[in-house]
């Protein structure tokens, strides 16, 4: 007998008020007949306990199978609260396929002081800290100014980005100590938005966002002599498509697409 996670998330459905989520996605690669989608079904939930909010979900291949275990990609559980004026939420992934780690995120965050702590980790056996970073906020002058330091531990390697934002022209500066990248991001009307980066190797990258209506958006990103990225959003609909590009030759072409449908 086989199984599907549709057949299970009604289940939880009935039995609480959180809706299932399905996605369905086109796989890069060549298939017969439906063996080239990729449908995946999410559900969560919410509750409270005291002054806390604590909210779970599921991620499981929507694939019929007669392995019921395979079925789950991803449980998740996350805990928030009020403490000393600092908003503070700790989650966890567990991938059911092994039980005997997690990926753990803690977020800290003041809106008095302006600032936000948020720290990844790895729990298992042992304790690991991945990342940590910290973001500050200024407010001057009707801009707005944020500065955040981030250290990766995995690799030893910590930069610091910069945003600014005022009216409809937002900077980004990103500085280690190895590379610097700058992006202008210009909003040139209600419709239309471009913004350029370069880095310190001189690579340079074009991105275009082009509002289409309700829920409705086109995103094309340039590289040369890299590829041409276009991303198009129709409400639940997602389709992406990244073309290699060799000079000024474009070699084919990987599509994938994505639907995203509430139960």
């Known amino acids: ?56 979900g599921v991620e499981a291949s929507a694939r019929p199978t007669s392995d019921i275990a395979s079925l789950p990609r991803k449980i998740w559980g996350k805990a928030s609260t009020d403490i000393s004026g600092w908003g503070v939420s700790a989650r966890a992934d567990v991938n059911p396929q092994d ?13 008095d002081n302006d600032l936000s702590v948020n720290l990844v980790a790895s729990a298992g056996k042992d304790f690991a800290v991945r990342s940590v970073e910290a973001t500050k906020g200024l407010d001057a002058n009707g801009a707005r100014v944020t500065v955040t330091p ?32 700058v992006t202008v991001s210009q909003r040139l ?37 890299d590829s041409l990225d276009v991303e198009w959003k129709d409400d639940a609909w997602t389709a992406n498509v990244n073309m290699p590009i060799d000079g000024a030759n474009i070699n084919g072409a990987n599509v994938s697409i994505k639907r995203d449908v509430n139960f």
């Open 1 to 56: 007998m086989k199984f599907s996670a549709i057949a299970l998330f009604a289940l939880f459905g009935a039995a609480a008020a959180g809706r299932p989520n399905l996605s369905i996605s086109v796989r890069d690669g060549n298939f017969d007949g439906l063996d080239g989608l990729d449908p995946t079904v999410s559900w969560e939930n919410s509750a409270q306990s005291g002054d806390m909010d604590i909210s779970y």
């Open 99 to 111: 039980l005997d780690s997690a990926d753990i995120e803690l977020n800290a965050e003041n809106e």
């Open 150 to 181: 981030r250290f990766n531990l995995e690799d030893d390697s910590r930069d610091v980005v910069v945003n600014y934002s005022n009216d409809n022209t937002d900077v980004k500066l990103t500085a280690s100590a190895d590379a610097q990248e």
């Open 189 to 225: 009307d209600d419709d239309n938005r471009v913004a350029p980066t370069i880095n310190s190797n001189g690579d340079l990258s074009v991105e275009w966002e082009r509002r289409l209506g309700d829920d409705s958006s086109l995103t094309a990103t340039l590289k040369p002599n």
